[in-house]
Structures are given as structure tokens and as C-alpha cells.
């Protein structure tokens, strides 16, 4: 079974910068790609970012393109978002997600099976 717990929100100023952590247990094999999304009051979930673990290839939607950055511990056992250059409308619930499918086969995108509770993130 596997469990994620996000951490390191908070709320900071426009220009600022947070990290992200979701600590992960359970089989590595069944967080196969691991990804980061966020959902603002009255919008959408939105896939942040994405990393497979298998093969290392990561995506970034182009909003947090050059500002945010996705990585993982060697232990495999905690996910990072490292947010810089924040706005205010990076404002909003941030997630952790894990699936045991490569993140190429993952459709939805956001059809990911393991979920975190969430983390807040504020800019102002």
C-alpha cells in the first residue's frame, strides 16, 4: 500500500521560493512515475510536474516551466518540488501523486491511483 505525505508549504512572497517534499512508502514498483499537481478555488486540477522514475524523463507545464523543478532522492523514498520565482497564482492545494504505470501510459493524465492529502501553497 502505498502512502504519500506532502510537506513544505506555506506562504511566501511573490519572487520566493518553497520546497515541495512527499515522503513516500510502500513498493517502489508501484510509484513507478510520480508527479506533482495543484488545484486552485473553483479551477481544475493541473498536472505541475511529472518524473518517471524508471527512465528519468520529466515534464513541466509550461506555466512552471524554468521556475519549478521536479527531482527525487536516491532512496526513492521522498519526491521534491523546488519552486522558485513563486507568483501569486502558483497559489493554491499542491499534491503528490504516485501510479505503477510508466508516465507515458498514464491517460488521463491525472488518472494517477495514489494520492496525498495535500500541502498549501500562498503567494502574495
Known amino acids: 500500500h502505498v502512502q504519500l505525505v506532502e510537506s513544505g508549504g506555506g506562504s511566501v512572497q511573490a519572487g520566493g521560493t518553497l520546497r515541495l517534499s512527499c515522503a513516500a512508502s510502500?513498493?517502489?514498483?508501484?510509484?513507478?512515475?510520480m508527479g506533482w499537481f495543484r488545484q486552485a478555488p473553483g479551477k481544475e486540477r493541473e498536472r505541475v510536474a511529472r518524473?518517471?522514475?524508471?527512465?528519468?524523463?520529466?515534464y513541466y507545464a509550461d506555466s512552471v516551466k524554468g521556475r519549478f523543478t521536479i527531482s527525487q532522492d536516491n532512496a526513492k523514498d521522498t519526491l521534491y518540488l523546488q519552486m522558485s520565482s513563486l507568483k501569486p497564482e502558483d497559489t493554491a492545494m499542491y499534491y503528490c501523486?504516485?501510479?505503477?504505470?510508466?508516465?507515458?501510459?498514464?491517460?488521463?493524465?491525472?488518472?494517477?491511483?495514489?494520492w496525498g492529502q495535500g500541502t498549501q501553497v500562498t503567494v502574495s
Open positions: 501523486a504516485a501510479d505503477p504505470r510508466p508516465c507515458h501510459e498514464i491517460d488521463p493524465i491525472n488518472a494517477y491511483i495514489h
Open positions: 510502500g513498493s517502489t514498483y508501484s510509484r513507478a512515475c
Open positions: 518524473l518517471d522514475t524508471v527512465d528519468r524523463s520529466a
